[in-house]
């Protein structure tokens, strides 16, 4: 029961969460993909709450570098959706931010799916009495343990740059 739970559980944040920066992304009048060649968005939802921001930092069509920070409220049923956009201006020029988190490996940033298994304690190896085999592998199933988290912070982050893009979510890097 424990594991149906949790793949549940688990299967709903991510349907809430891509809901949500859709959701985000209307009512901050962004498109649902990066339009510009030069793009990084961070989007950054604090489960179990109704706010999120958006960091997005961009190359317009004009060729001008622009950053700008959004804090976003959705609606509920004692407020309605809100909203507070910033212009960031930069220390350095904001080309030179852009290169430092394109330096960071940004592009090649895998999703966090993809090495959530390196996180697991690795466990027993138990052999399956069968007739048939059950899986790839035979008779035998490895099991591991993970811990999951379904409230605190979320991260989805989007980023494109001549012409290659890459998409990923982490949640609870800390």
Do not use: C
Not at 60 to 79: M, P, V
Request: proline residues 2%.
């Amino acid at each position: 029961m424990k594991p149906l739970t949790f793949s549940i559980l688990f299967f709903l944040q991510i349907v809430v969460s891509a809901q949500t920066i859709s959701e985000v992304n209307y009512d901050l009048d962004l498109p649902d993909t990066l339009t510009y060649q030069s793009e990084i968005r961070v989007y950054n939802n604090i489960q179990l709450t109704n706010y999120s921001s958006v960091f997005r930092i961009f190359r317009n069509n004009s060729g001008k570098w622009k950053a700008e920070f959004y804090e976003h409220y959705a609606k509920t049923d004692e407020q309605q959706s809100w909203i507070e956009k910033q212009n960031l201006k930069a220390k350095h020029d904001i080309e030179f931010v852009f290169q430092k988190l394109l330096r960071s490996y940004i592009l090649e940033m895998p999703n966090s799916k993809e090495v959530d298994w390196k996180f697991g304690k690795r466990g027993e190896i138990e052999k399956i009495e069968e007739e048939y085999e059950i899986n790839e592998l035979g008779n035998y199933i490895f099991l591991i343990e993970k811990a999951g988290i379904t409230d605190g912070q979320n991260f989805n982050v989007w980023v494109k740059y001549k012409g290659k893009t890459n998409q990923f979510e982490y949640s609870n890097p800390e």
